[in-house]
């Protein structure tokens, strides 16, 4: 999942990106509105949640909400903030946020707000994500397999081939090349190293126990997941 962070407090933004990144989640964070409108623009469609902070430079979280609401963007938006009097949460929830959270605040609570606005969005993902005999599980970061005979395997993941497996579970039986899993699965401006997503397969194809029938290599173009391999 691709989180947008907007956050001008250095250690604050670190923090809450470590602590997310944990959580599976891939973090873009940006130190000022303009900044992160131009992130929005640009990848529209790839951000599931934001969190923005309300005094920014450039625009502030609030005019953030409010250009999205203009687009017509239902992206699911947690504001942070300061401000604690009932008429400044009025006006941040007004003008688009979904939920408000303010400092100072527990990481704890931070992300049970984001769960929470998970399970109020009925485009982001339940708890758990099935495909074929594979079910991805939200809150144990594990990959469950089921065998012809009806039993179970509990397969740990790391957090990138939890997030590559998402990724194939969400596209199956489709070609996604290795732009469109790096988009995914790193952050804006990141610079892997070449082989990287190679890599990653190989590592996820031997928890998986797969001999490319499930993950598929599709020479010179990408890869395939298989719901029937």
Same mark, same amino acid.
């Given at each position: ?49 934001a969190i923005f902070d309300w005094m920014l430079p450039g625009l502030s979280g609030v005019e953030l909400c409010k250009r999205l609401r203009a ?40 992300? +049970?707000?984001? *769960?929470? %606005? #998970? !399970? ?34 509990v397969i740990p993941l790391t957090i990138k081939e939890f997030q590559l497996l998402e990724y194939f579970m969400k596209h199956p039986n489709q070609i996604v090349n290795r732009d469109q899993i790096m988009n995914q699965l790193w952050e804006v401006g990141a610079e892997p190293v070449?082989?990287?997503?190679? +890599?990653?397969? *190989?590592? %996820? #194809? !031997? ?23």
């Amino acid at each position: 999942m691709r989180l947008l962070l907007v956050e001008d407090e250095a250690d604050l933004g670190a923090a809450i990106k470590q602590v997310l990144n944990h959580q599976t989640y891939v973090v873009d964070w940006v130190l000022d509105g303009k900044q992160a409108w131009n992130y929005l623009e640009t990848h529209w469609n790839e951000y599931t949640l934001a969190i923005f902070d309300w005094m920014l430079p450039g625009l502030s979280g609030v005019e953030l909400c409010k250009r999205l609401r203009a687009q017509n963007s239902s992206l699911p938006v947690l504001m942070l903030t300061a401000k604690d009097r009932m008429e400044e949460k009025i006006q941040g929830l007004d003008s688009g946020a979904d939920d408000y959270l303010v400092k100072p605040f527990q990481m704890a609570e931070l992300l +049970a707000r984001l *769960r929470a %606005l #998970r !399970r109020r969005s009925p485009q982001l993902q339940p708890p758990q994500l099935q495909a074929g005999n594979l079910t991805l599980n939200y809150g144990t970061h594990a990959v469950v397999r089921q065998n012809a005979k009806g039993d179970c395997q509990v397969i740990p993941l790391t957090i990138k081939e939890f997030q590559l497996l998402e990724y194939f579970m969400k596209h199956p039986n489709q070609i996604v090349n290795r732009d469109q899993i790096m988009n995914q699965l790193w952050e804006v401006g990141a610079e892997p190293v070449s082989n990287v997503v190679a +890599a990653q397969v *190989r590592l %996820l #194809r !031997r928890k998986l126990e797969d001999e490319e029938s499930v993950i598929e290599t599709i020479y010179g173009v990408g890869y395939r997941f298989n719901l029937d391999g």
